[in-house]
């Protein structure tokens, strides 16, 4: 039988793209979920498959920026299904693009309320139900591979996004045994961001959610390199794999969940230059010593490398 079998997952942006994937392998794996997300229709839509598959599922319609709608979600969640053991904090927006200067205080405010706020709001929520009932529970945290290597003009998006990473391997090594903490940090997938990045601000806003824009044309080829774009967009997964690529992490205890190798270079370069810029002074022993707990987290040696 395996470990996921008869136990709970709640996921947030639930009910499309990734966290749909995530939550239809949290099915596959025998757990019942809990979709929360803030359109109605693709809850509606999504849940519908689970009523196909047998599987135990509901949906909670909720914004992730309401705390006491939280609150009230975990209750509810509780009630249906017992107890949480997976809580998946997906849910999460595109921002608007351009350098960090130029982004409207609007903007700036959506950002950080939906892609921070709201996977702290889902800690605070489920958390310390999940540790009061010891049976073991872990997070996962959406970030992107963005989180990891923040390229210009993404500024918004980059921040919330590097923030969740470090929040993550923060409750890492808070979580008590039994307990983890993993950061997912998705490439490129099909799925429906494009749209519920326009979508999901207007409905906060109280707005129609309209038709989103246009989306914007492919980067041009840089240093006048010429590229095609079908061969570039074959690096864009598809969603279904998401969910697979979750349970993977989570059966091996990664800590970072990972799904595309291009980024490698540029992750590897940002750890570089980090290590580059450290003084070659002797460290005091003492000091390190004294404050080993900020010196060292040791989530990181835990973490193997796969080939
Ligand atoms: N698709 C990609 O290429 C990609 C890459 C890196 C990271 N991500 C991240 O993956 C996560 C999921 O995105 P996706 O690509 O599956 O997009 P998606 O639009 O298909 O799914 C996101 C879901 O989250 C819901 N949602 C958004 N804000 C919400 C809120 N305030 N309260 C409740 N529900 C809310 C939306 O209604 C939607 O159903 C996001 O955090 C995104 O930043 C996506």
Redesign the pocket.
Known sequence: MGKWRGKTAFI?????????SIAKQAAREGMNVVL????QE?LDEALAWFGENGAGAIGLK????DREAFEEAAREAEKKFGNIHLLCN?????CAHGPLWEMSYDDTDIAID??LK?VLNGIRAVVPRMIGHGEGGHVVN?????GLMPPPSLGL?NIT?GAVVSLTETLAGEMPQGYGASVF?????????G???F??PAI?RGESPGAPPSPPPPPPPQDGADFDIEAVRSS?LN?DEAGRLVFRGLNRGDLYIITHSEFYEGVRARCEAILRAFPKTPPNEAFKQAFSFIVYNPVFSKQREYR
């Open positions: 947030t942006g639930g009910a499309s793209g990734l966290g749909l929360a997300d803030l359109r693709a909720f914004s992730v920026t997906n849910a999460g927006i595109g939906i892609n709201g959406t970030s992107s591979k963005n998006y996004k940090c998705p490439g490129p997938f099909k799925t429906n961001l749209m519920t990045s979508s999901v906060l864009e969603s």
